[in-house]
T-cell receptor
Framework: QQQVKQSPQSLIVQKGGISIINCAYE??????FPWYQQFPGKGPALLIA?????SEKKEGRFTISFNKSAKQFSLHIMDSQPGDSATYFC????????????FGKGTKLTVNP | EPEVTQTPSHQVTQMGQEVILRCVPI?????FYWYRQILGQKVEFLVS????????KSEIFDDQFSVERPDGSNFTLKIRSTKLEDSAMYFC????????????FGDGTRLSIL
């Protein structure tokens, strides 16, 4: 019940295209959903995060869509660029506890020029 | 921009030896975490630490592991007697407060057990 399931495992997109990564969770106590971007040899870097009281959050080319009833959330990268090529992790945590992050398995995104 | 600093970047150790991984969290942060990532797998929570005590630990964080904040700036993870399966990237993270504040990660220490 603590799992976060992420798909696809890998994704190849052409420059200018839309990249979509999906995550699903079981634990309805989760109330914070961040996305992290990780480049090789680097630590995860926070990209964007959402709380379940909103259905969508947009920051530049990055948008999180959140469906509370379906217990799913997704990351959309508009106008994908080669520099976006990285591994993306969704995560979830529960406010008020230790706030440990439960991560998905990651999606390796490749954006071809 | 302030960042979390981890040393060393790579540690090679013989099985059974003790290792200490070091982290300097962002200076005004109060919550500290260790995560690990086995090659090609997801990032897994190990332990959270606040006010000089462990808030929560995972089942991975057994008696071989310990954490300490020996002074006002460092946060360390000690593995007392390393095993082959401890080989992984270890990430330190910190956040300014609870309430789902962003956790900022360091670039990790790659631990290789021979």
């Amino acid at each position: 019940q603590q799992q976060v399931k992420q798909s696809p495992q890998s994704l190849i997109v052409q420059k200018g295209g839309i990249s979509i990564i999906n995550c699903a969770y079981e634990n309805t106590a989760f109330d914070y959903f961040p996305w992290y971007q990780q480049f090789p040899g680097k630590g995860p870097a926070l990209l964007i995060a959402i709380r379940p009281d909103v259905s969508e959050k947009k920051e530049g080319r990055f948008t999180i869509s959140f469906n509370k009833s379906a217990k799913q959330f997704s990351l959309h990268i508009m106008d994908s660029q080669p520099g976006d090529s990285a591994t993306y992790f969704c995560a979830a945590s529960i406010q008020g506890g230790s706030e440990k992050l439960v991560f998905g398995k990651g999606t390796k995104l490749t954006v071809n020029p | 921009e302030p960042e979390v600093t981890q040393t060393p970047s790579h540690q090679v150790t013989q099985m059974g030896q003790e290792v200490i991984l070091r982290c300097v969290p962002i200076s005004n942060h109060l919550y500290f975490y260790w995560y690990r990532q086995i090659l090609g797998q997801k990032v897994e929570f190990l332990v959270s630490f606040y006010n000089n005590e462990i808030s929560e630990k995972s089942e991975i964080f057994d008696d071989q592991f310990s954490v300490e904040r020996p002074d006002g700036s460092n946060f360390t993870l000690k593995i007392r007697s390393t095993k082959l399966e401890d080989s992984a990237m270890y990430f330190c993270a910190s956040s300014v407060d609870i309430g789902n504040q962003p956790q900022h990660f360091g670039d990790g220490t790659r631990l290789s057990i021979l």
